[in-house]
């Protein structure tokens, strides 16, 4: 418990700060509490949640210079692509000097946004297209799909480099994964039901019933994805997604509102319970069905 209590107390300083010395003080006590709870005493929960408020830092520094420079004319595109720099630059030296995971994932996934932005602004350059993601939707899902991907790559490069997860490398790939696990998924879908976007460009995944069973099915193999890596991140990312679906086919049932969502909790919370509660035996179903030189790769079965 006394990470716990630090990182309490972490948080009422910064809300007590923030309110009365807004960002001037803020950043020298995020520093100050980081160099003396995470450089010396090397505590870990509150290694996450200084990190988490200096990114916030970074975030409403980055939106007020924005907003000055720009003002209100400024492009999303362009403006996700210069705050995914602000995070990059300024996450590399706090990372150099604490070497926290959650801060390596972050740049790392910071690189990514700007390489995903960077691309939808070239390409608004080339085809002359105003927003490039409404107009090319197609072409928009592909390349956030490849973004994931390439992002999920390098997960599994930092996973396979720790098999027995006894270094940093370890806890990089953890967070690394819980933000590669939903972009991949949600590529996916909107790359798969493009079809039944709206007139607001928004998608209904799971609309109709066969909808409903497809995105079932990518949850599930999601799911034994992580059983594979024994990464838990893909199968917390599809949750809501699952709870969509199965909401859907109930409704398709015309089961009343409040039997249907109450169903789709229960179901939901079976699901995650079984999968949780059973993970070592599930796994050993999933990996044993791999070559013996991939089994080699992966975390050992418990």
Same mark, same amino acid.
């Given at each position: ?35 003396? #709870? /995470?450089?010396?005493?090397? &505590?870990?929960?509150? !290694?996450?949640?200084?990190? %988490?408020?200096?990114? @916030?830092? *970074? ?85 956030? #799909? /490849?973004?994931?991907?390439? &992002?999920?790559?390098? !997960?599994?490069?930092?996973? %396979?480099?720790?098999? @027995?997860? *006894? ?136």
């Amino acid at each position: 418990f006394h990470d716990i209590l630090i990182t309490i107390g972490i948080c009422i300083v910064m809300a007590g700060l923030w309110g009365i010395g807004s960002l001037i003080v803020a950043l020298p006590a995020i520093l100050v509490l980081t160099e003396i #709870l /995470v450089k010396q005493q090397r &505590l870990a929960l509150p !290694a996450v949640v200084l990190t %988490l408020f200096y990114c @916030f830092w *970074v975030f409403v520094i980055g939106t007020a210079g924005l907003d000055a420079l720009y003002g209100p004319d400024l492009e999303p595109v362009l403006g996700a692509c210069l705050m995914a720099l602000a995070f990059a630059v300024m996450l590399l030296p706090f990372y150099s000097r604490y070497r926290i995971p959650l801060a390596l994932s972050l740049w790392i996934a910071s690189l990514s946004c700007m390489l995903l932005s960077g691309v939808f602004l070239l390409l608004t350059q080339v085809t002359g297209e105003p927003d490039i993601i409404t107009a090319r939707p197609m072409l928009s899902s592909a390349i956030s #799909l /490849v973004s994931a991907l390439i &992002l999920f790559g390098v !997960a599994m490069a930092y996973d %396979l480099s720790d098999r @027995f997860r *006894v270094t940093r490398r370890s806890d990089v790939a953890f967070w690394l994964h819980l933000a590669a696990a939903p972009a991949l998924l949600y590529a996916i879908l909107a790359f798969m039901f493009l079809r039944d976007s709206n007139s607001d460009g928004i998608l209904d995944l799971g609309k109709r019933s066969p909808d409903a069973v497809v995105v079932v099915f990518m949850v599930a193999v999601f799911m034994v994805i992580g059983l594979i890596i024994d990464r838990r991140a893909f199968v917390t990312s599809g949750l809501v997604s699952l709870g969509l679906a199965t909401a859907s086919v109930l409704r398709e049932m015309k089961a009343a509102p409040e039997t249907y969502i109450f169903s789709t909790l229960l179901i939901v919370g079976l699901v995650v319970l079984t999968i949780g509660t059973g993970w070592p035996y599930f796994r050993r179903l999933a990996v044993g069905a791999l070559p013996a030189a991939l089994k080699h790769k992966l975390p050992p079965v418990r």
